[in-house]
């Protein structure tokens, strides 16, 4: 029996919250709610939710912070509810560990949208052939197991995120191919439409970071093409 997706809407605004439950309901998702952080956070490291739906500006623990901490602990998708505007905010969030966000005032039917599309990254990366899915891929410095999710940068394993990985491997399925962040959206991040390249690149940044501080060497195969977009540059020794 396929499992109910289950999804936890986090925001302090009670009409915000029963608007996204009546149009998530709709799509046979299971909702459950919390209107702070503290007890988002909470819920979030007791039971694993499919997806959460995090309001930034919350009062006391605020949602940057809830996504940090979650981040120590679980990988669980996150879609960020920032208020127009709030730019420096989503680049924090974004750097906190969130995948994807949406800005208020927003469409519902937008909303849903996302939620699929971060949804789809649970049936084993989705938009790969699943017949090539066990395997691991060796590079210099650079290991990924994709049947265990796994990556290790000069044999120190590196946690990524789902979204974090998917790119990563995504990459290094053609190495030395250049894709824009255009495409980088639509295959990675299943957008055909409402993207936002500053995802991309904000999530490129992220993987280095991360990368760099086990492997320098592993970090700087992310390669930039500019005016164009990225690529994983396999080292010639």
């Known amino acids: 029996m396929k499992k109910t997706p289950t999804v936890l809407v986090v925001d302090d605004e009670e009409r915000i919250r029963r608007l996204l439950r009546m149009y998530l309901e709709r799509e046979q998702y299971e909702i459950e709610e ?12 007791e039971k694993d939710y499919d ?20 981040r120590e602990k679980k990988s669980t998708p996150v879609l960020m509810l920032t208020a127009k505007g709030e730019e420096a905010n989503r680049i924090q969030g974004f750097e906190a560990g969130a995948d994807d966000y949406v800005t208020k005032p927003f469409s519902p039917r937008e ?11 649970t049936s084993a990366t989705a938009y790969l052939n ?5 395997e691991t891929i060796v590079f210099p410095h650079l290991t990924i197991n994709h049947d265990a999710h796994r990556v290790m940068a000069d044999g120190v394993e590196v946690n990524l995120t789902p979204k974090e990985y998917e790119l990563l491997y995504y990459l290094a399925q053609t190495p030395d191919k250049v894709f824009t962040r255009e495409q980088l959206l ?7 439409f409402f993207g936002d ?7 490129i940044k992220r993987l280095r970071e991360k990368l760099n501080k086990v492997s320098p060497e592993a970090a700087h195969m992310i390669g930039t093409v500019w005016g164009v977009g990225y690529k ?6």
């Open 34 to 45: 919390a209107d702070n952080g503290e007890k988002a956070l909470q819920m979030a490291l």
């Open 51 to 70: 997806i959460i739906l995090l309001d930034l500006m919350l009062p006391g623990m605020d949602g940057i912070e809830v996504c940090e901490k979650l």
């Open 111 to 121: 909303v849903v949208f996302r939620v699929r599309a971060l949804l789809r990254r």
């Open 130 to 134: 699943t017949a090539n899915s066990k």
């Open 186 to 192: 639509k295959d990675v991040w299943q957008y055909d």
């Open 197 to 203: 390249l500053r995802t991309v690149d904000t999530h």
């Open 232 to 237: 994983l540059e396999v080292p010639t020794k």
